[in-house]
């Protein structure tokens, strides 16, 4: 999973005791796993603001909180510290983070991920477009966003209906629907207006 070297470790010492919280540690996740826009984070969680199903490793002086759904994806990751003139720097690499991981057992989330990425995104590319998953609500319904040459394109309705909304339910039969909550009128980039 994630190692912490030692100079990072006691970096993290000193910027947690800095807080004056009580039971103060970090928490590690991606957020977009497995897709190109993933970003590995090291966020401040304070006791109680862990997740259910978060993984907890206890490091000298302090406890980290990994993200159950970003454990596969932080495979071979590493967090050191370098010292320099100017303090010293923080160093995070997830060689894993943008390799889509998806199998059976995957949260759907992921498996929405990975087909907008792989199947969608590069068509919307070529003009200009792209679309992103916002969340999954109730009853397995994709809340997704456009963007780029799609937001406020007049033919969105037709990308989302007979190409977006088709290839997810097709690829993901346990999807029940597709919805934008992509805000239209805002044409500055649509590639028809």
Same mark, same amino acid.
């Given at each position: 999973?994630?190692?912490?070297?030692?100079?990072?470790?006691?970096? !993290?010492?000193?910027?947690?005791?800095?807080?004056?919280?009580?039971?103060?540690?970090?928490?590690?996740?991606?957020?977009? #796993?497995?897709? #190109?826009?993933?970003?590995?984070?090291?966020?401040?969680?304070?006791?109680?603001?862990?997740?259910?199903?978060?993984?907890?490793?206890?490091?000298?002086?302090?406890?980290?909180?990994?993200?159950?759904?970003?454990? #596969? !994806?932080?495979?071979?990751?590493?967090?050191? !510290?370098?010292?320099?003139?100017?303090?010293?720097?923080?160093?995070?690499?997830?060689?894993?983070?943008?390799?889509?991981?998806?199998?059976?057992?995957?949260?759907?989330?992921?498996?929405?991920?990975?087909?907008?990425?792989?199947?969608?995104?590069?068509?919307?590319?070529?003009?200009?477009?792209?679309?992103?998953?916002?969340?999954?609500?109730?009853?397995?319904?994709?809340?997704?966003?456009?963007?780029?040459?799609?937001?406020?394109?007049?033919?969105?309705?037709?990308?989302?209906?007979?190409?977006?909304?088709?290839?997810?339910?097709?690829?993901?039969?346990?999807?029940?629907?597709?919805?934008?909550?992509?805000?239209?009128?805002?044409?500055?980039?649509?590639?028809?207006?």
């Amino acid at each position: 999973m994630v190692e912490i070297t030692e100079k990072a470790q006691v970096y !993290f010492v000193e910027l947690l005791a800095k807080q004056e919280t009580e039971n103060i540690g970090i928490r590690i996740f991606i957020t977009d #796993p497995g897709t #190109p826009m993933a970003e590995t984070c090291i966020a401040y969680c304070k006791s109680g603001e862990e997740q259910p199903d978060d993984k907890r490793v206890e490091y000298n002086g302090f406890d980290a909180w990994i993200d159950d759904r970003s454990i #596969p !994806f932080l495979e071979d990751a590493l967090v050191d !510290f370098a010292e320099d003139r100017m303090g010293g720097q923080l160093t995070i690499k997830a060689p894993n983070s943008k390799v889509p991981s998806v199998s059976d057992d995957s949260p759907i989330e992921d498996k929405i991920n990975y087909v907008l990425h792989s199947h969608i995104n590069p068509g919307l590319a070529s003009h200009g477009g792209m679309v992103n998953l916002v969340e999954v609500v109730e009853e397995e319904i994709a809340i997704l966003q456009f963007g780029g040459g799609c937001q406020g394109c007049g033919m969105v309705d037709m990308t989302l209906k007979d190409g977006v909304e088709k290839t997810l339910l097709e690829q993901l039969p346990q999807l029940k629907a597709v919805r934008d909550v992509t805000d239209h009128t805002v044409t500055d980039n649509a590639f028809y207006k």
